[in-house]
Structures are given as C-alpha cells and as structure tokens.
C-alpha cells in the first residue's frame, strides 16, 4: 500500500505541476487541475495512512485519510460546480457590474438612453452583451449610427473586455410603442 501510494504521489506530483502552469481560468483545465490535485491529496493521505499503521498498527488511520480526501474533493466540487452553474445558467459574471455597464454606455454623447440590458456568462472567458441603446435621432439622419454601433463594442471590449455585444440601436421616438422594457 505504502510502495504504491508513494509512486502515485510522484505520479501527480508531476501532473499537477504541468497543469498548475496551464491556464486555469478555463472550467476545463480548472476541473482537470482539481482532478489531479485531489488525486495527489488521496495518494498523500494513503501513505501517511500506511505509515501508521506500520508503525503503529492502528487500521482505521486508512479510513479517516480517505474522509479527510473525500472532503477535500467536496471542496474542489463545489467551486466547479458553482461556476458551470454561472455558465449553465447564463449568469452575469461575478465581475461585472451592471449599473457600470449602462453608466459607461451612456458616456458615450450620443447615446439617450440604455434599456433591455442584460450580461451573460456564454463560456469560462466569454461573457455577451445585449442592450436596446437609444440614440440622438441625429445619428441616424447623418448616417453616424454605425460610428456609434463601433464606439459602443470598443467601449466594453477596453472597460470590461466584452467580445461579443450586441445592440439594437432606437431613435428616441421608439420607446413611445415598445412593450416590456427594463
């Protein structure tokens, strides 16, 4: 027991270390990372295990290595699952703050008003923006709403390193017979 528990603890002290210099903010390598690390804290635990009982014969010190393992792995699944959670659920991302979103937005002079904004979580490093953003009517006489259409991507893409929005440009007339704004 004692044999192979120190050659699995070699084994992951070498896997965890390949994986501690990947990216880990990717759910994908996160879990693989915890995976291995949890592996490494259970082939730790059964040599201190074999240890003891070696020396001193006491049998159980198998048993509480493996719950003392087990928690840790409780532990490790929890933030694994919470943060699938926030992608399964397209959550808002625990960075982003909505009212800094709209109030950035609407630095912009062009733009009146901001309404129907939502952020979503799409994937680990993804996160998407939508928003109904009302316009000067100016912009869309001049044809200047498509420099603002840009000025609004390039203003969340440097604030809040959002690649992917989409807006639906409104001449401030509109909201008189929208239905269900928020």
Known sequence: MLVV?????????AATWALARANRSSLNVAGAFAHVLTDLYAFIGTAVAGIVILVTGYTRADAIASLVVVAL?????????RD???VLLE????EVDLDEVRGHLLDLPEVVAVHDLHVWTVTSNLSAVSAHVVVDELCFQNGF?????????????GHFDVEHSTFQLEPAGHARHETGMH
């Open 5 to 13: 528990a120190l050659v699995g603890v070699v084994v992951n002290i």
């Open 73 to 81: 792995m409780l532990h490790a699944a929890w933030g694994l699952l």
């Open 84 to 86: 699938s959670g926030r």
């Open 91 to 94: 959550a808002a991302p625990r």
């Open 145 to 157: 709403a498509p420099q603002v259409l840009d000025r609004l991507q390039a203003c969340l893409g």
